[in-house]
């Protein structure tokens, strides 16, 4: 296992969440850190809760356009491993009264982003470094009705890793899929019922508990760390495709 001790992490989707849970187990484990994400308001706040440090830097990028991805990576310059947790509350309309508008944004702003992403982060990512993108439970456990698309789209990923895998070799490439975690979109989701609705799943699942960010934090570091394995899907849910 090779350590992040100096190396150089790029994490887009950092300001909240999940990513803000890897920036900081990366920055405890000796990485410096790049967070990006659409709000600058967000990422101050995230800047301001991984404290004052000469490792942590932020830029405020929209993922969408493909100019400001390609500014980005020039701003950063060379590194090392490139992680991808950026996501927006998926659709989940019956397939009979979907939105068709709602699901391209959601393609574009998922699987478009990610496609753009690795077409930008290579002109900087040193070879032999690592990208890391997010699928998640939906593809294994797809709700009913409503989950079509957003389980096409997760399920996609783990395609897309295998085959830029071997495109991008020694460059290795694999996904990270949790289950559910307690993060501030579900708070957009579900609002006020969030406490219920985990604590009724947390019941069900094997870990007995709804993941923190910090809990699927370590899938990433390992992913980042290992340096013989490329092209695989890790799944850190809790045990919920078992139920």
Known sequence: MASLQGKKVVVVGGSSGIGLGVAAAALQNGA????????????????????????????????TEETEVSRLFGNIGPFDHLVSTAGTPPPNYPINDTDMDFVRRFVDNKLIGAV???????????????????????????????????????????????????????????????????????????????????????SRLPARKVATPADIAPAYLYLMESEFTTGETLHIDGGQRLI
Do not use: C
């Open 116 to 202: 753009m992403l690795a077409k930008h982060a290579v002109r900087t990512l040193i070879s032999g470094g690592s990208m890391t993108f997010t699928s998640g439970i939906n593809k294994d456990r797809p709700p009913v009705p409503g989950g079509s698309v957003v389980s096409a789209i997760a399920g996609s990923f783990s395609y897309f890793s295998k085959a830029l895998a071997l495109e991008l070799a020694p460059t290795r490439v694999n996904i990270v899929s949790p289950g559910w975690v307690d993060t501030p979109m579900w708070d957009e989701l579900v609002g006020e019922a969030k406490s219920g609705f985990f604590a009724d799943i947390g």
């Open 32 to 63: 410096s850190v790049t967070i990006v994400g659409r709000s600058h308001e967000k990422l101050q706040a995230a800047l301001r809760s991984l404290g004052a440090s000469s490792t942590v830097r932020s830029i405020a990028t929209d993922m």
